[in-house]
C-alpha cells in the first residue's frame, strides 16, 4: 500500500550537509499500527514529513498504492495530503478562532465535501472521539486531552488511508496517554497508522510493529513486509478553497482582533473621507453653479448674427487648415499673420432659413427676437408740432414674439406691469423701465417728457401717441433724389395723415426682481409683427425701388461702396439706424464708415431678413436640443452656406465647469496621499497577520491547502478590512455632511452643499477594496510561499 524505495533526504546549512535520512526502504500494509523509535535527529520526524507530503525527498521513490510520487506537482502533492494522509500532531496544532466543529470540516472543507455532508462527517468522528457534548467550543475551551481527540477527529473525518502521528501524547499525562493510545489502537484496524515516538514502552505495548531509526537509517523492524507488485488505481481528487471559505475563515480570525481591525479600517478609511468630502462637495457646489446656471444664464439667447465673425479653426473642425508643427527643435523665428489662424465667416440669412427657423419645435422656445436695421418713421408730438423720435437717445426695441405653450406673452410672463396693460395689438407700444423706474434724461427728453423733475407720473406716459408714416408718406421725390416730406415745422401733417398708423404705448413694464429673462434695454418696445408689416409696405415704395435702381444713396446723394462679403450690416445703431444722416431721420450726421446699397435697402425696409435672431430656450435644459436642431440645417452644407450661432451661455457653463473640475482634481490628489499610506500600513497589517498566523498556515497545508489557497486566506483577510474601510468611510463621510452643510449655510447661505452621489459613493468603496487587496498583494504571496513544515513549528 505504502511503499519507500532509497528515499534520501539531507538538509545544508551554508557549507555543511546534515543527512536526515540515508536510503530508507520500507513497505507498510494497508492496516497496522507501525511505531517509529528513535533519538531526537535520528530521522523519525523527517520520515514522517516525506510519508505525508510537507516535505519532499531528494531521491528514492514513495510509492502510494502503485502510483509513484516521484514527479508529482505542487497540487498533487497539496491533493495527497487532503485525500490520503491524516496528521495527529504533538501540539494539536487545531485553529484558534474556529470552533472544533469547523477544525474538523477544514479538510472536507478543501476537498469540496457538500456542507450537510460535511457536517455530518464532523459530527459522527467527534462522536467517535467522545466530544459530542463539546461540538461548539473553541479549542481554548478544551482540555489537552481534548484537544488531541480534536485533532484524532480531524484526522480521520476525510477518511484518508494514513494516519501519520507524531509525539502525540508528548504533552498528556499517562492517563489521558492512554486514552488517546487505545483510540489510536482501534483506528488502526482498519487504516494504516505510523506513530513517531521516543517512548519504547508506548510502542511496545500498543503498536503491532516497531521500526528503529538511528543516524537516518532504520536499523531494525519487527515485522517487515516484503515488496509486492502492485497495480495502480490510485486516484486524486484536486483540493480547492473557495473564496466564500476564505472569507468565513479570515473573518473568524478578524473578529478575535475587533480592536485592531477596527482602528486599521478607520485609518485606512481617512483618505476615503477626505476623497468622500471633496467629491460631495464637488457634486454639491456643480448642483449649485448648474442651478444658478440655469437660472442666471437661461436669459442668455441663442444668437445667429449676419455680421461677420471671426471663427477660430482649431475650434471647428469643417474650418481647420493645416497647421505647422507646434514646438519646433530648429533655432528659427518664423513671422506669421494672426489672422491666418482665423477665418472671417459670414452668415447668409435666407428667406429658407428663417422659414427653417420659424418650423422648430416651439415647445423649446419661450421667445424669438428680431433684430432689424429697418428705420421705421415715428413721430411724436406734442400738440402743436411734431417731430422725428429720436431714436439716437431712446432705444426702441422689439420684444421676443412669444413662443412655447402659449401661456401668456413673453412680456407677461417675465416682466411686472406698473401702470396700464400689456400690449394686444400689432400697434401697441410698451415703456420698459430698470430696475430702479428710472430712464435717462436723454431718453425721457426723447418721449416729449420734462427731465428736468425728480419724478413723472406713469399716467403722463400711458396712452401716448406715436404716428408711424409709411415710406410713401414720409419722403417725396426732388429731382434724382428723396427728402422728407416737410421741414421741422411742418411735419404736423405727416402727423395728422390719415394714413399714418397711430402707435399707442398703452403700459409700463419693469423687468420681473426674481427673473433672469427680462433682458430688454430701457426705452419703447414694439412687436416684430408691426416691423414686418412696415418692411411689406415698404418694400412696394417709391423709395425703395429707386434705390434699387440707383448706385448713389437716394438720400444724401453720396456715391456707394460695393457690397463687401462678411460685411453685413455692421455699423448700425442700437435703434435700428444706418450711418448715413439724411435731414429729418433724428441722428446726427456723418457717416462711420463705407456704406453699401444693401445697408440703405435695409434701412429703407426693401428687406424682411433680419440682421440677428435671438432664441430665447424654454429653460436652460432645452438648449442642447435648440443646438441640435440648428446644426442639423449644417450639415453637409458648405462652409460658405453654414449658419454659425454663439452660445455664450455654453461657453460660460464650459469655463466654470472646467475650472470646477480642475480644482476638484488637485484636491484629489492632495487627498490621495493618505491612500498611499493606508497601502503601505495595510502591507505592513497583513504582514503582521502572516507572521501570527503562520501555523495556522502549516495546518492548513497539511490538510491539503493550495498556495493559492493561503493567498486567498489573507486576500480575503485584506477585503474584509477593505469593505470595512470602505463602508466605514462611506458612512463617516454622511455623517460629516451634516456639519459640513451647517457650517456652509451660515457662511454662504448656501443650502445641502455637500451631497456625496451613491456612484461615488460606491466606486470609492471599490477603490478601498482594491487598495487594500494590493496593499496585502506582497504580504500574502510571502505566506503562499512558506514551508509547511517550517510553519508548522513556529509559536
Not at 375 to 399: C, F, H, I, R, W
Not at 582 to 595: D, H, I, N, Q, R
Request: hydrophobic letters at 40%.
Amino acid at each position: 500500500m505504502l511503499q519507500l524505495k532509497n528515499i534520501t533526504k539531507s538538509y545544508k546549512t551554508g557549507e555543511f550537509t546534515q543527512v536526515a535520512l540515508n536510503k530508507v526502504n520500507l513497505n507498510f500494509r494497508e492496516s497496522e499500527f507501525v511505531a517509529v523509535l528513535g533519538q531526537s535527529g535520528s530521522g523519525k520526524t523527517t520520515l514522517l514529513n516525506i510519508i505525508g507530503g510537507l516535505d519532499q525527498y531528494d531521491s528514492g521513490e514513495l510509492i502510494i498504492n502503485g502510483q509513484s510520487t516521484e514527479h508529482f506537482k505542487d497540487g498533487e502533492w497539496d491533493a495527497y495530503r487532503n485525500n490520503s494522509v491524516g496528521f495527529i500532531f504533538q501540539s494539536y496544532n487545531l485553529i484558534s478562532h474556529l470552533s472544533i466543529t469547523d477544525n474538523v470540516e477544514m479538510g472536507m472543507t478543501l476537498s469540496g465535501v457538500a456542507s450537510a455532508e460535511k457536517h455530518r462527517k464532523a459530527l459522527e468522528v467527534l462522536e467517535k472521539v467522545g466530544l459530542k457534548e463539546h461540538v461548539h467550543k473553541k479549542p481554548n475551551q478544551l482540555s489537552g486531552g481534548q484537544m488531541q481527540r480534536v485533532a484524532i477527529a480531524r484526522a480521520l473525518a476525510n477518511n484518508p488511508d494514513i494516519i501519520l502521528a507524531d509525539e502525540p501524547t508528548g504533552a498528556l499525562d499517562s492517563e489521558t496517554s492512554e486514552q488517546i493510545m487505545e483510540l489510536i489502537k482501534s483506528i488502526a484496524e482498519d487504516k494504516l497508522v505510523i506513530m513517531v515516538t521516543h517512548n519504547p514502552e508506548l510502542a511496545e505495548s500498543y503498536a503491532d510493529r516497531v521500526i528503529r531509526f538511528s543516524d537516518g537509517h532504520a536499523i531494525s523492524d519487527s515485522n517487515p513486509l516484503a515488496t509486492q507488485k502492485a497495480s495502480s488505481n490510485y486516484k486524486l481528487k484536486e483540493t480547492s478553497m473557495s473564496f466564500f471559505t476564505a472569507l468565513k475563515l479570515s473573518g473568524k480570525n478578524i473578529s478575535t482582533k475587533k480592536w485592531r481591525t477596527g482602528l486599521t479600517a478607520f485609518a485606512s478609511s481617512i483618505g476615503i473621507i477626505g476623497i468622500a468630502l471633496i467629491l460631495s462637495l464637488s457634486n454639491g457646489f456643480d448642483k449649485q453653479i448648474s442651478s444658478y446656471e440655469a437660472g442666471a444664464l437661461s436669459n442668455f439667447p441663442i444668437s445667429i448674427n449676419q455680421t461677420a465673425m471671426s471663427v477660430d479653426i482649431s475650434e471647428h473642425a469643417a474650418l481647420e487648415d493645416t497647421k505647422p508643427p507646434a514646438y519646433p527643435a530648429d533655432k528659427k523665428l518664423y513671422p506669421y499673420d494672426p489672422s491666418e489662424n482665423s477665418i472671417l465667416h459670414t452668415n447668409v440669412l435666407t428667406k429658407e432659413y428663417m422659414e427653417y427657423l420659424d418650423k422648430i419645435d416651439p415647445k423649446l422656445i419661450d421667445g424669438i427676437s428680431y433684430t432689424r436695421t429697418v428705420n421705421m418713421n415715428m413721430l411724436l408730438s406734442d400738440g402743436e408740432k411734431a417731430t422725428t423720435l429720436d431714436k439716437g437717445n431712446l432705444s426702441v426695441t422689439p420684444y421676443p414674439s412669444k413662443q412655447g405653450d402659449g401661456s401668456g406673452s413673453y412680456l407677461e410672463q417675465y416682466y411686472d406691469l406698473l401702470d396700464g396693460s400689456f400690449p394686444s395689438e400689432k400697434t401697441d407700444v410698451v415703456l420698459i423701465v430698470d430696475e430702479y423706474n428710472r430712464l435717462t434724461d436723454a431718453a425721457t427728453a426723447a418721449l416729449g417728457l420734462d427731465y428736468n423733475v425728480d419724478s413723472i407720473d406713469f399716467s403722463e406716459v400711458v396712452g401716448k401717441e406715436l404716428k408711424l408714416i409709411m415710406n410713401n408718406d414720409y419722403y417725396r421725390k426732388n429731382g434724382e433724389q428723396f427728402v422728407v416730406n416737410g421741414t421741422a415745422s411742418n411735419l404736423m401733417e405727416l402727423y395728422n395723415n390719415d394714413k399714418a398708423v397711430t402707435l399707442n404705448i398703452v403700459g409700463v413694464l419693469r423687468g420681473q426682481e426674481d427673473s433672469r429673462m427680462s433682458t430688454l434695454p430701457a426705452g419703447l418696445a414694439f412687436s416684430d409683427e408691426l416691423a414686418t408689416s412696415f418692411i411689406e409696405d415698404a418694400k412696394k415704395s417709391e423709395i425703395v425701388l429707386a434705390q434699387q435702381e440707383a448706385d448713389i444713396n437716394v438720400l444724401t446723394g453720396q456715391v456707394l461702396s460695393e457690397a463687401v462679403s462678411g460685411s453685413g450690416a455692421a455699423g448700425m445703431d442700437a435703434g435700428g439706424m444706418p450711418p448715413m444722416m439724411a435731414p429729418g431721420m433724428g441722428a446726427a450726421g456723418g457717416m462711420a464708415g463705407s456704406l453699401t446699397k444693401e445697408n440703405v435697402l435695409a434701412s429703407l425696409g426693401a428687406t424682411e431678413i433680419p440682421t440677428s435672431v435671438s432664441l430665447y430656450p424654454i429653460d436652460f435644459g432645452t438648449k442642447e436640443s435648440i443646438t441640435a436642431y440648428l446644426d442639423k440645417w449644417n450639415a453637409d452644407r458648405d462652409t460658405k452656406d453654414q449658419v454659425m450661432y454663439t452660445d455664450l451661455a455654453a461657453i460660460v457653463t464650459n469655463i466654470s465647469g472646467s475650472i470646477m473640475d480642475g480644482i476638484t482634481m488637485v484636491l484629489i490628489a492632495f487627498a490621495a496621499i493618505s491612500l498611499i499610506v493606508s497601502l503601505i500600513m495595510i502591507a505592513i497589517i497583513t504582514y503582521i497577520s502572516v507572521m501570527e498566523r503562520t501555523k495556522e498556515i502549516g495546518v492548513l497545508r497539511a490538510l491539503g491547502a493550495r498556495k493559492k489557497d493561503i493567498t486567498r486566506v489573507f486576500n480575503a483577510e485584506t477585503f474584509i478590512i477593505g469593505a470595512c474601510s470602505g463602508i466605514l468611510g462611506i458612512g463617516i463621510t454622511y455623517l460629516l455632511t451634516i456639519p459640513v452643510n451647517a457650517i456652509l449655510y451660515n457662511l454662504t447661505e448656501l443650502s445641502n452643499v455637500a451631497q456625496l452621489n451613491p456612484l461615488h459613493a460606491l466606486s470609492l468603496g471599490i477603490i478601498s477594496v482594491v487598495l487594500t487587496l494590493i496593499g496585502g498583494f506582497i504580504p500574502a504571496k510571502m505566506a503562499a510561499k512558506k514551508d509547511p513544515v517550517t510553519a508548522l513549528r513556529s509559536e
